[in-house]
């Protein structure tokens, strides 16, 4: 009796063992059926020119912007995959709005990635300061002169354009770094919605964006603080191929994009483009026909054992 105990005790620890080795082979088996994570890191200069609405063009078009076309935005080429994550390493760098033609008092203000509170005032303020959106409203000409520019800016060519404006005139950002998603195709009229990166909607310190396709969208430094906090997640839409980066201007900031060409410096951004592993429907059958064979043929060999052992 004893000897028949310890011959069930063997087949039942075999059988344990061999399913280990089962599973271990499906887990395999799945990993080689799905699309590994890449995430190797891209570094693109990005000159303060660098007109985002120009975005997708083959050259710049001569006429469309009186007062500066500005230069064709860089571009970078997306992995392929399903769920893919833009994550931005470091984004370095300096820019000015306007180094050669501004008043004294407002000539060669520099900013940041993040984008800067830049100081203006002419004879015309603040009419061209008058926001064309119900939301956030109007400039007061409390405010007093000097004032800040911030952002309302028109869709563009099937790109759509962009809001940005704080009520306390030192948290108004301009000249940032922007980004917007291509597919293969020229972005054609009429452009999706605009984001609008203000605190009291999206805001600049958000851990997740999804933008759609031709959407402009906000990208500064990459971090959910100025210069600090956690790095933000831009997730890819569908279909997209190419990312550009580049720069929100126009007259005042305000309207229709222009006055690229008295633009001075440059952004390096690092970042990186994740595919996030994905099982597909044929993989995941081939596993599972996997798993199951591998069970059925343990559970033969068992019955067989258990007949040796009697």
């Avoid at 028949?4 to 280990?20: E, H, K, N, V, W």
């Avoid at 890449?38 to 693109?44: G, I, K, L, S, Y």
């Avoid at 985002?52 to 469309?64: A, E």
């Avoid at 995941?284 to 009697?310: D, I, N, P, T, W």
Wanted: contains cysteine.
């Amino acid at each position: 009796m004893s000897r028949l105990c310890a011959r069930r005790s063997l087949t039942l620890g075999l059988f344990a063992r061999r399913s280990l080795v089962v599973a271990c082979h499906a887990a395999a088996w799945a990993c080689l059926c799905v699309t590994l994570p890449e995430a190797r890191a891209q570094t693109v200069a990005v000159d303060s020119k660098s007109n985002i609405y120009l975005s997708g063009l083959s050259q710049v078009p001569v006429g469309t912007h009186p007062n500066g076309e500005g230069i064709l935005p860089p571009s970078v080429t997306l992995p392929s995959g399903g769920s893919r994550v833009l994550q931005f390493l470091s984004v370095n760098g300096s820019v000015s709005y306007n180094n050669t033609d501004a008043p004294a008092p407002y000539l060669g203000q520099f900013n940041g990635p993040d984008g800067g509170a830049v100081s203006f005032a002419d004879a015309n303020f603040p009419n061209n300061f008058l926001t064309t959106s119900t939301t956030p409203g109007l400039i007061s000409p409390g405010e007093g002169s000097p004032t800040t520019f911030y952002v309302d800016m028109d869709s563009y060519g099937g790109i759509s354009g962009m809001k940005l404006f704080e009520s306390n005139p030192v948290d108004r950002r301009v000249m940032f770094l922007a980004g917007v998603f291509l597919t293969d195709s020229e972005p054609v009229a009429p452009a999706p919605e605009r984001l609008d990166f203000s605190s009291t909607s999206l805001g600049r310190s958000f851990t997740q964006l999804s933008p759609l396709l031709h959407q402009t969208f906000y990208i500064g430094d990459g971090l959910t603080g100025e210069g600090t906090g956690a790095v933000q997640n831009f997730i890819v839409p569908t279909g997209a191929t190419r990312l550009f980066l580049g720069i929100v201007d126009g007259s005042y900031f305000v309207g229709g994009p222009d006055y690229y060409d008295n633009n001075v410096g440059t952004f390096t951004a690092t970042f990186t483009v994740t595919s996030v592993p994905e099982i597909t429907p044929h993989s995941f059958s081939s596993v599972v026909c996997l798993l199951v064979g591998s069970l059925a043929l343990l559970e033969r060999r068992k019955h067989r054992l258990g007949r040796l052992s009697y």
